[in-house]
């Protein structure tokens, strides 16, 4: 009886023993197959990067699409106004992602300033698969990803494949490379704070001119999604400004502008429109662009960042330069973003008194 008893509990340690290597092999190739996003595109780590920060204590949060994470430099709202960033951006960030990513954000922290760039109120619905998975996977599980996953997913994806990407993913053997290896738990960083920087020149010429829509009225859900998006801000006592990027395509038209607008001044917000503003910014198309007025490369991201910087303060962002600790984590990211950008001066400038300090 005893000798029987025995021979039960190997046998379920064995099955036990058996089933927590399967699960571990599992888990294996599901980091071996999930793309790792180190070639050409590398949007897909964008949003995945916040959880690395130290210090998540940021007065501004920015949410939005590619008009965000590459027209603003966190550095330089560090450097000249003591304002510590975050940029959630992500390609083609539809409206409600950018909610869910707030919501996500306020796990960690409470921003006092949240940017919020219009441009994807035009869309109604996802797009494409591809853009989802750039932006949902790199959300760490939670209610809000949960949320976003289902508010995004198009017609043709299952819910499964974003808890298991192995399902999604299995068939990739061919599209395999040494970086799916190299970064399987790890990858390096894409971004300085949510910033994509490019130093590289391709001026704004022979931008094609806008075609008549047969409809430019937003969507009731870019709508829904912009109200609770408000709601959040309003009931966390967070400020929300919106913006547009001053990208010369693709077209923004007159009708959507105007719709912005009676939005922003029926809830009081502050909306800056940069393609109004090339003369206050200095925007320069023949040498602030990298891909013919699309994005702005960094001596454009760095104008946008000077000319914002003081409506982030008067909005209630907080020059914090006195506080050591992140004064410290600046320093080194300014290293490594003056590294990257071919730069021979490391050290951040000089503290410049005046704006408003965190108590």
């Not at 294996?28 to 590398?42: A, S, T």
């Not at 409206?95 to 919501?103: A, D, G």
């Not at 996500?104 to 921003?111: A, E, F, K, S």
């Not at 996802?126 to 990803?145: C, I």
Request: net charge negative; charged share 25%.
């Amino acid at each position: 009886m005893e000798r029987t008893v025995n021979e039960k509990k190997k046998t379920g340690i064995r099955i036990v023993a058996v089933f927590l290597i399967l699960v571990f092999i599992l888990f294996l190739l599901q980091r071996l197959f999930v793309p790792k996003y180190m070639g050409d595109v590398i949007e897909g780590r964008f949003v995945g990067e916040y959880y690395r920060e130290e210090d998540k204590s940021f007065d501004v949060i920015f949410v939005g699409d590619c008009e965000v994470y590459e027209n603003f430099s966190p550095v330089v709202l560090w450097q000249d106004y003591g304002i510590h960033s975050y940029i959630r951006g992500s390609a083609q960030q539809y409206i409600w992602q950018s909610y869910y990513l707030l919501k996500d954000t306020l796990r960690y922290h409470t921003p006092k300033v949240v940017v919020f760039n219009i441009q994807s109120l035009q869309y109604d619905e996802s797009q494409s698969e591809a853009y989802n998975r750039m932006t949902l996977e790199g959300m760490r599980w939670s209610p809000a990803k949960v949320d976003s996953i289902r508010a995004s997913m198009t017609k043709e994806e299952h819910f499964i494949e974003y808890v298991f990407p192995l399902l999604r993913y299995h068939d990739r053997w061919n599209d395999l490379s040494d970086d799916d290896v190299r970064y399987m738990f790890r990858t390096e960083p894409a971004t300085f704070n949510g910033y994509y920087m490019r130093t590289d020149v391709l001026p704004a010429e022979n931008v094609p001119e806008g075609r008549p829509l047969e409809d430019y009225a937003f969507g009731d859900r870019a709508w829904e999604y912009l109200e609770k998006m408000r709601l959040l801000c309003e009931e966390n006592g967070i400020t929300l400004v919106l913006t547009k990027a001053p990208s010369l395509w693709p077209y923004w038209y007159d009708e959507y502008e105007k719709q912005v607008e009676e939005y922003a001044s029926a809830h009081e917000l502050t909306y800056i429109n940069f393609l109004e503003l090339q003369e206050e910014t200095g925007i320069d198309y023949s040498t602030d662009t990298y891909d013919g007025g699309l994005h702005m490369n960094l001596t454009g991201a760095e104008k946008l960042s000077r000319y914002i910087g003081p409506i982030l303060l008067k909005a209630g962002a907080c020059d914090r330069r006195n506080e050591a600790g992140l004064a410290k984590i600046w320093e080194e990211e300014t290293v490594r973003y003056n590294a990257a950008a071919g730069r021979m001066v490391l050290v951040p400038g000089k503290i410049r008194m005046g704006a408003p300090y965190c108590n």
